[in-house]
């Protein structure tokens, strides 16, 4: 039997991708969002959901019930503005941002739960550092004392072979006890999917301690970045597009990550993408037959006699530009490699601006690790 959910904070579809290639039988019923570009991009690539605009706050149990009666699934990727260690003003529960998400859990769900009407199962994403908030305490009570079953994940596109470091906290709850948990460790949140890979913990191979402990953790081989970007029809079509302004290099080139495509790993995308630079995700170097440091003193050492306008011009050779929207959208798992052809790409409307690309993606999901946590959500 098809189970039908709910998508919350829909976004441009991710979650809805990611149950469309799960191995679960089930479709959207209905998409939920305020966002109006995130919804017209929803619309154009998923035309047979519904997608309302709506104020997640003012919903209510009858409302839900108006729009599916039954209703298994509630996919949920609520703001992660409250909870991320890149908003040093974040107040998480008490943050204005994460109130539709607690009215949703506090009120929402028990009033269903009590009509009987309740979803057997939920997926909740959120962006590490969730995982330290009272929000997660507050959700894994309330859950528990309306009789859910709740196993907790902090994974990362890396550990599934894509080049994207991206934390983020997932919550998987359903009324049926999830039999890879050991008694006792309910508590403990995973990093790492049973039953998927090689069913290991995964330890990011930079860090300090991955060789000491290389025989008790999974061993991953991650795809280069190459594979994901874009084939280029004409030379140089792509630099002058998305080359980085010498504006931008003169004032804040040191502090850009930057990646070349033979690379293994690329730093987390946000919604700031192009408007900022520090944390806000890689920039390729498209040649790779030249050393970035050297360039960039070669640079500094120009700019103590030259003017920067003509000092910066040094840099040019390195081929800097930023990743494509559709570059971001394969990193993110909504379309295959460019060396694959599919005929359900997932498509940016014409009318949707570069900009409005970039802030979308950046608040999107990854759909492979959905997809995979979805698999596992609705095994036995």
Known sequence: MTIKALEFYSGIGGLHLALKRSAV????????????????????????????????????ASILQDISPDIDLWLLSPACQPYTVLNPHGKGEHDPRAQSFLHLIQTVLPSLVRDH??????????????????????????????????????????QFGIPNSRLRYYLLARH???????????????????????????????????ASTSSEISSVEVKHIREFLDIEDEPGLLISKYGIPAQVLIKWGWLFDIVLPEDQRTCCFTRGYTKLVERAGSILQMNGDIDTTQAFRKYQEACSSLNPINAV??????????????????????????????????????????????????????????QYLLDYLYSQ
Request: charged share 20%; glycine share 6%.
């Open 117 to 158: 009407k309740s979803p057997g199962h939920l997926l909740v994403e959120n962006v590490g550092g969730f995982e330290h908030s009272t929000t997660r305490q507050l959700l894994l009570s309330i859950l528990h004392d309306l009789g859910y079953n709740c196993v907790e994940f902090l994974l990362t596109p890396l």
């Open 176 to 210: 049926k006890s999830f039999a890879a948990m050991v008694p006792g460790q309910n508590d403990m949140i995973m990093r790492y999917i049973p039953g998927h890979g090689t069913g290991m913990p995964w330890t990011d191979p930079r860090s300090s301690t991955c």
């Open 25 to 60: 039988d089930g479709e959207v019923a209905c998409a939920l969002d305020w966002d109006q570009a995130a919804a017209q991009v929803y619309k154009a690539n998923f035309p047979a959901t519904p997608v309302r605009r709506v104020d997640i706050s003012t919903l209510t």
């Open 313 to 370: 011009q040094l840099l040019q050779p390195l081929c800097l530009r930023y990743f494509t929207p559709e570059e971001l959208l394969r990193l993110f798992g909504f379309n295959d490699l460019p060396t694959f052809c599919s005929d359900e790409e997932f498509a940016w409307p014409v009318e949707v601006s570069l900009k409005t690309r970039y802030r979308l993606i950046g608040n999107s999901v990854n759909v492979h690790v959905v």
